[in-house]
Nanobody
Framework: QVQLVESGGGLVQPGGSLRLSCAVS????????MAWYRQAPGKQRDLVAL???????SYADSVKGRFTISRDNAKNTVSLQMNSLKPEDSAVYYC???????????????WGQGTQVTVSS
């Protein structure tokens, strides 16, 4: 099996910063794309940032210039540095990874349990 464990959420004032981290463990051959999604109450889960295995990144327009996604392929981790946080960034943030497992032909999507980020004064 494959597990994703997130850390780093919490309460922060507007304009502040937080760093989310996600560690992927288990039966792993290759981790392809990794990403962060978020879901606010009553809304759908949306893509925040994505990074390919080669390091190419893409961001939602609402976070461009404020958030930075990075990964460490040797450690199977992905991080999200969030700066200049706004109240509208408040949501549960989910880590995502597309993983190829040994002896299994197709890759599969895996999700973390989510971590709450609240931006409020």
């Amino acid at each position: 099996q494959v597990q994703l464990v997130e850390s780093g959420g919490g309460l922060v004032q507007p304009g502040g910063s937080l760093r989310l981290s996600c560690a992927v463990s288990g039966s792993i051959k290759i981790i392809n794309a990794m990403a962060w999604y978020r879901q606010a109450p009553g809304k759908q889960r949306d893509l925040v940032a994505l990074i390919t295995r080669g390091g190419s990144t893409s961001y939602a327009d609402s976070v461009k210039g404020r958030f930075t996604i990075s990964r460490d392929n040797a450690k199977n981790t992905v991080s999200l540095q969030m700066n200049s946080l706004k109240p509208e960034d408040s949501a549960v943030y989910y880590c995502y990874a597309n993983v190829e497992r040994p002896m299994i032909l197709s890759s599969r999507d895996y999700w973390g349990q989510g971590t709450q980020v609240t931006v409020s004064s």
